[in-house]
């Protein structure tokens, strides 16, 4: 897969981006598992299928009210270039914490409790790249197919996955230092403009992180049941044929 053409990130934006991503990873494991818990409690009848469609909106509507919120502040009268980008390192930093929230808590549901550091920033790093992310976990970890994130995060020696930051660290740093620094200048526009581009700009990265997690992990355990369930011929057929489980009610 070709790599995105970018030019190398400025070094205070390599130190930016990279405090954003320590902090992220911090999150105290009570705050995942109360994320968690929530959202179960909201939907006991709907499995842990239901839970994991919970966290992707719970996801995607925090980092794009958080990217368009930044960009109206940026795009308002009187604000200049500076506060522009101090307002976007904010939400910049806000969203790498939702998506490690995000993908930890996936993480969670599936049984998987990440607390080592190390293997916090090999996932986060891998779910934020996309393709790239988990190629390069892939073949570290001389496997193939989807659903990789429960051996990263549990099966693959610290050897391993202190190479795979070796090589995700500088790439993302790289992607995401450039993709901030040219949404900032769309966020000095006009104020309505601004608020589009970063909230537009949010959730098309943040589709990008929930493809990366439902890859890294699958369908979680009851609907993996229920799809085994579907297979058997002596077992009556779904009651909504066609209806894969990526497009399941929630």
């Keep these: 897969m070709e790599e995105e053409c970018v030019p190398p990130a400025t070094g205070g934006v390599v130190r930016l981006v990279t405090a954003a991503l320590d902090k992220a990873i911090g999150l105290p494991a009570d705050t995942i598992a109360r994320n968690v818990d929530r959202l179960r409690r909201r939907h006991t009848s709907g499995g842990d299928r239901h839970v994991v469609r919970a966290l992707e909106r719970q ?10 919120g930044a960009g109206a502040s940026a795009a308002a009268p009187g604000v200049g270039t500076g506060v522009a980008l101090a307002l976007t390192v904010g939400e910049f930093a806000t969203f790498t914490a939702a998506s490690a929230l995000y993908a930890l808590s996936v993480a969670h549901v599936h ?12 996932l986060v790093l891998a779910v934020m790249l996309g393709d790239v ?22 099966a693959l ?9 070796g090589v995700l660290g500088p790439r993302f740093v790289t ?9 900032v200048v769309g966020r000095v526009l006009p104020f309505g403009i601004g608020a589009l581009i970063g909230g537009s700009a949010n959730m098309a990265i943040g589709y990008g992180v929930v493809r990366a997690v439902r890859s890294a992990f699958g369908p979680t355990p009851d609907q993996a049941t229920s ?20 497009e399941e009610e929630t």
């Design 175 to 183: 992607k995401y230092g450039t993709k901030q620094g040219v949404i």
């Design 133 to 154: 992310g988990a190629e390069t976990v892939q073949k570290a970890a001389r496997t193939s197919g989807a659903y990789w994130g429960r051996r990263l995060t549990k």
């Design 59 to 68: 996801y995607l509507a925090t980092v794009t009210s958080t990217g368009a």
């Design 227 to 246: 799809q085994a369930v579907r297979r058997d011929p002596g077992v009556a057929d779904d009651p909504v044929p066609g209806r894969g489980p990526e």
């Design 157 to 165: 020696p610290m050897e391993t996955v202190n190479r795979i930051n």
């Design 111 to 122: 049984g998987v409790r990440v607390d080592d550091l190390e293997r916090r920033r090999s």
